[in-house]
Structures are given as C-alpha cells and as structure tokens.
C-alpha cells in the first residue's frame, strides 16, 4: 500500500512559478514509475509528467514541454513538479500517481496509487 500526499498548490499569476510535491508513504518507493495529473473543471483527468524509477527518464504532456520539470528524491520517498511560466489554462487540481512498473504510462487507469489533489489557480 502507498500512500501519496501532494503540497505546494497555491494562486499565483500568469508567468509565475509554483513547486508541487508528493511525498510517499510505504515501501519500495524506488520501485514506483512515479507520475502527475491534473484535472480542470469540467474536464477529465491529464497526464502531465512522469519520471522512471531512478530519474533516468522521464516524459511530458506537449502543453508543459519545456516548462515543467518533474523529478524525485528517493532517499526522501518524494516527487516534485516545477512549474514555470504558468499559464491561465494550466489552473486545475493536480494530483499525484504511483505505478507499480518500470514503464512510463500516460494514462490514468495504468496508475495503482492515488494522492488528494493540490489546487494551482493561475490569474491573467
């Protein structure tokens, strides 16, 4: 069982930059594809970012290309998403996902673990 809890939502202005982190309770957390999502009003559920089981790779939806980085501190059994040059139309509830595989998946039903959710709010 793992256990996923994500902070450091917030509002923020267009152009500005935010920090998303999950921190993993629960074993084998070097063994998790580790993987973030997000979720507007109205719409369904994203793929974001996703880092493999060391960092070593990693994968980006081509809305965040380039402006989102993801990685993870396994020592720490944390993942980050550094989120720069925000944009109005990335405001959603960003949520957090674990994958027990060594492959990186974009979509939602191939995640096992889920986190609550962190609000970003990003004004024009």
């Known amino acids: 069982q793992v256990q996923l809890v994500e902070s450091g939502g917030g509002l923020v202005q267009a152009g500005g930059s935010l920090r998303l982190s999950c921190a993993a309770s629960g074993r084998s957390f070097s063994t998790y594809v580790m993987g973030w999502f997000r979720q507007a009003p109205g719409k369904e559920r994203e793929f974001v970012s996703a880092i493999s089981w060391y960092g070593g790779s990693t994968s980006y939806a081509d809305s965040v290309k380039g402006r989102f980085t993801i990685s993870r501190e396994n020592a720490k059994k944390s993942v980050y998403l550094q989120m720069n040059s925000l944009k109005p139309e990335d405001t959603a509830v960003y949520y957090c996902?674990?994958?027990?595989?060594?492959?990186?998946?974009?979509?939602?039903?191939?995640?096992?673990?889920w986190g609550q959710g962190t609000q970003v709010t990003v004004s024009s």
């Open positions: 996902a674990a994958r027990l595989s060594s492959t990186i998946a974009i979509e939602t039903r191939k995640y096992d673990y």
